[in-house]
């Protein structure tokens, strides 16, 4: 299959993003095409990636002294802790700045081991090999990394390019399919804010995407990786248009945040949840067409892809959502700062509302 290629051209850093099937065992040519060198490598791995993926990678950099850290990636160990763990085996095994350390795994550990590259040395060289849906169309582009605390999801990180990311479409056979629900939230926010063609296009081939058919997959992934490199190269540090990638997401965060992380509800499915109550939020506020919210609800609804807070939420929990919402970072006076839809194609930027307007708001989405 044809290898699709795609270089992110971000302020202070330029670096390709290879897009296609078993590239894995291409990682020593692809890393040399890109003139990356290094002695030493430490590579950190989700646990959940397929041990026979992980044996190619070792056999494909077998002339280098690689180190291997494995992580149980969830949201409750994207800490401080765990990063702390990385940075530990840099020191103990005496990497320098001339040398790399490589993430294996989904956003998670994308996340953790970019964040960990950005404090070691004031910045090791850092290779992403995104494994799941998620990370591949969204959080392995764009170099947000960071980690949770206490007070909510993010709020301690750094923006830090990798030098690569090597997107193998074969990781994507070894997951659940609630994964891909997961990571497909990403793709279909990235139509809603930027391409009204590419939404006509998932929904019309929704089915071969999810089976992982051939060309259809890797055009979803090629697609939205490219919306998402246009808004980092305009504003790598999310001072204004960035912000468009946090449609959904500001409901998003708080909702995982108020559930503690917990598996009852993932990321993308947070996000999708997050983004049909924004949907919803546009309407009821006379933004969104009464056409274009009834399409995208029922393009979500179709898929059987979360749409009712109601299956999360109670209505005792609204002060606590409403309190992660508050103390997200994205907030910079004492509003809620929202990302909302006005039609498919064209997101609207830096709506403030107050926290009261917003409880009332979410009491009726639960209450109805």
Same mark, same amino acid.
């Given at each position: ?79 401080? !802790?765990?990063?702390? $763990?990385? =940075? %530990? *085996?840099? @020191?103990? +095994?005496? #990497? ?5 350390? &490589? ?92 391409? !009204?063609?590419?939404? $006509?296009? =998932? %929904? *019309?081939? @929704?089915? +071969?995407? #999810? ?5 259809? &997959? ?92 109601? !299956? ?57």
């Amino acid at each position: 299959m044809k290898i699709k290629r795609l270089l992110v051209n971000a302020n202070h850093e330029k670096y390709p993003i290879f897009i296609g099937s078993g590239l894995i065992s291409n990682l020593k040519n692809i890393i040399k095409s890109q003139s990356i060198n290094f002695i030493k490598c430490l590579i950190v791995v989700d646990k959940n990636v397929p041990k026979k993926k992980i044996n190619i990678i070792r056999k494909k950099l077998s002339n280098k002294k690689i180190y291997f850290h494995y992580i149980k990636a969830n949201e409750k160990n994207k800490n401080q !802790k765990t990063t702390n $763990k990385i =940075l %530990d *085996i840099l @020191l103990e +095994k005496n #990497f320098s700045r001339e040398d790399v350390l &490589i993430g294996v795994g989904g956003g998670i550990t994308g996340d953790i081991a970019g964040y960990a590259a950005s404090l070691f040395k004031r910045g090791l060289k850092f290779i992403n090999v995104p494994t799941t849906l998620l990370a591949q169309v969204d959080s392995s582009i764009g170099g947000k990394t960071g980690v949770n605390t206490k007070h909510g999801k993010n709020l301690i990180g750094s923006f830090y390019q990798p030098k690569l990311v090597v997107t193998d479409t074969d990781f994507l056979n070894t997951l659940p399919k609630r994964e891909i629900i997961c990571g497909y939230g990403e793709i279909l926010k990235h139509s809603l804010i930027s391409n !009204k063609n590419f939404f $006509k296009y =998932l %929904d *019309i081939n @929704l089915k +071969k995407i #999810f089976e992982f058919r051939s060309p259809y &997959i890797e055009k979803a992934i090629y697609e939205s990786c490219k919306i998402k490199k246009k808004v980092v190269e305009k504003d790598e540090k999310e001072k204004n248009l960035r912000k468009v990638l946090n449609f959904g997401h500001t409901f998003a965060h708080a909702f995982e945040a108020s559930l503690s992380f917990s598996r009852k509800l993932n990321h993308g499915e947070a996000v999708i949840l997050g983004m049909t109550t924004a949907l919803n939020f546009s309407k009821l506020n006379n933004f969104l067409t009464l056409n274009d919210f009834k399409i995208i609800i029922n393009h979500i609804k179709n898929f059987g892809l979360p749409n009712n807070i109601k !299956k999360y939420f109670f209505l005792k929990d609204v002060n606590k959502i409403i309190s992660f919402m508050t103390n997200d970072k994205k907030n910079n006076t004492n509003k809620i700062n929202l990302i909302l839809l006005k039609k498919i194609g064209s997101p609207l930027i830096d709506k403030k509302y107050s926290k009261e307007k917003l409880k009332i708001f979410l009491k009726k989405e639960l209450a109805n």
